[in-house]
């Protein structure tokens, strides 16, 4: 035994023990709301007013909810779009990721009206970020591209992160912003200057990573989910030191999404048979909590003014965990 924990430290494996099974966080609540309508509902986003958006992407459709009701509306797309995901601009202003059309579609929700802007090589949007500088930065798996969209004048430009197909997937910006991305058919994470489009990699902890999801901390560090192998791992951007810990049901875990929340603590979906969202805090480095769910979890996004994490999951489902006390 001690040699294998010696063997593990040194291929920076962190060998924590595992949570037990009573260790919950006391000021976590998690709901969901089925939504009628089906359809795979994914990527939830709240709006200004608190409504929280949707997409339906088998059923071809962007919808919302009023979560002090559940009452949801829906409103109709181009047909053959199939939304991959939304986010919600500052203005109220709907832009959806139209995954078999080549379109970032932007949508008003007062007049309904739906204007689509092409997006050239990059012929399958698929996660979007606001830049805030009136841009979105976005990713094309199948296309191997990633690309900016000018909100206001629909111009796009378009890198290529590898030279082989790498399936970009999920994106973020960190505190400078900079714009990094999972490569999922690699073991790379990439990083872009805003301004130049210069690319740097970044390795995983192994040959054999793969993940779809990521996110920054303040600390300047790069986590992901690696799900071919049922690890959450760290990059250092610094010195490009990685660290992973394995995932508390095992390799099998299958770990998808991950976000942080405003505590710099981590949220990551487990789309195994376990069907869970545990979370992780880097500053103790250990699992702190583990919650069952209706469906796998494909994408979260955090709503920093209601300290509240919004998924959707495969069961047709949006779901709220609260990640603060004294919110209903």
């Known amino acids: 035994m001690r040699a294998l924990v010696i063997a593990a430290a040194a291929a920076g494996i962190a060998t924590a023990a595992p949570l037990p099974a009573q260790q919950v966080a006391q000021n976590v609540d998690l709901r969901e709301w089925p939504v009628d309508r ?74 309904g009206e739906v204007r689509t802007f092409p997006t050239g090589e990059a012929r399958d949007p698929h996660t979007m970020v606001f830049d805030g500088n009136g841009h979105i930065w976005f990713t094309s798996q199948g296309s191997n591209r990633i690309g900016r969209l000018n909100m206001e004048t629909g111009d796009v430009r378009l890198v290529t992160p590898w030279e082989t197909p790498s399936n970009p997937y999920g994106i973020v910006l960190d505190a400078e912003g900079n714009v990094w991305a999972m490569l999922l058919r690699t073991n790379k994470v ?78 990551i979906s487990d789309t195994s048979e376990a069907r869970q969202l545990v979370g992780f805090d880097p500053g103790t480095e250990q699992f702190f909590s583990i919650n069952t769910v209706s469906g796998p979890i494909r994408n979260m996004y955090f709503h920093a003014d209601t300290g509240t994490m919004w998924f959707g999951t495969d069961a047709n489902n949006v779901g709220r965990l609260v990640t603060r006390r004294g919110i209903s």
């Not at 071809?60 to 409103?75: E, L, S, V």
């Not at 053959?80 to 939304?86: D, E, Q, S």
């Not at 600390?219 to 610094?238: F, P, Q, S, T």
């Open 190 to 267: 990439v990083r872009i200057d805003p301004e130049t489009f210069e690319m740097t990699h970044y390795d995983q902890a192994s040959p054999e990573s793969r993940g779809r999801r990521l996110a920054w901390t303040e600390d300047n560090k790069i986590w992901y989910v690696d799900e071919a192998r049922g690890y959450l791992g760290r990059i250092d951007v610094a010195t490009r030191e990685t660290k992973e810990w394995p995932m508390p049901s095992g390799p099998d875990a299958n770990p998808y999404a991950i976000t942080k929340d405003d505590q710099g603590r981590l949220w």
């Open 38 to 111: 089906g359809g795979r509902t994914r990527d939830p986003y709240v709006a200004p007013d608190g409504k929280v958006w949707f997409v339906g992407q088998q059923g071809n459709y962007i919808g919302n909810i009023d979560p002090a009701t559940g009452t949801p509306r829906y409103y109709e797309i181009e047909a053959g779009t199939n939304p991959h995901t939304l986010i919600v601009a500052s203005d109220g202003i709907v832009w959806y990721a139209g995954n078999r059309t080549g379109r970032i579609g932007r949508l008003d929700p007062a007049s």
